[in-house]
């Protein structure tokens, strides 16, 4: 089993910043894709960002592209996702996840899950 912790969640202004942790412990050989997802108050979870710890590769959503990025610590094996200009819209539950195999911005692909932090942007 692998265990995922989320933290850094918290309100800020539009325009602000936060950064996001999540802690990767257990069977973290397992974890060789790690993705960030969010769901906002009565719509579907969605991908945000995603890291394969392999290859480096990273992915993102198109809502976050240029604003946010998703990083990893190997050694901690913590993966970060930096959020910058923050908007209203992006306020939602956000969601550390991590898969098994190849890169997936696929949520149902995903295999664990941490407990969610959330996110609020006032405008």
């Known amino acids: 089993q692998v265990q995922l912790v989320e933290s850094g969640g918290g309100l800020v202004q539009a325009g602000g910043s936060l950064r996001l942790s999540c802690a990767a412990s257990g069977r973290t050989f397992s974890t060789s894709t790690m993705g960030w997802f969010r769901q906002a108050q009565g719509k579907e979870r969605e991908f945000v960002a995603a890291?394969?710890?392999?290859?480096?590769?990273?992915g993102y959503a198109d809502s976050v592209k240029g604003r946010f990025t998703i990083s990893r610590d190997n050694a901690k094996m913590t993966v970060y996702l930096q959020m910058n200009s923050l908007k209203p819209e992006d306020t939602a539950v956000y969601y550390c996840?991590?898969?098994?195999?190849?890169?997936?911005?696929?949520?149902?692909?995903?295999?664990?899950w941490g407990q969610g932090t959330q996110v609020t942007v006032s405008s």
């Open positions: 890291i394969r710890w392999g290859t480096f590769r990273t």
């Open positions: 996840a991590a898969r098994e195999g190849s890169y997936s911005e696929s949520s149902v692909s995903y295999n664990y």
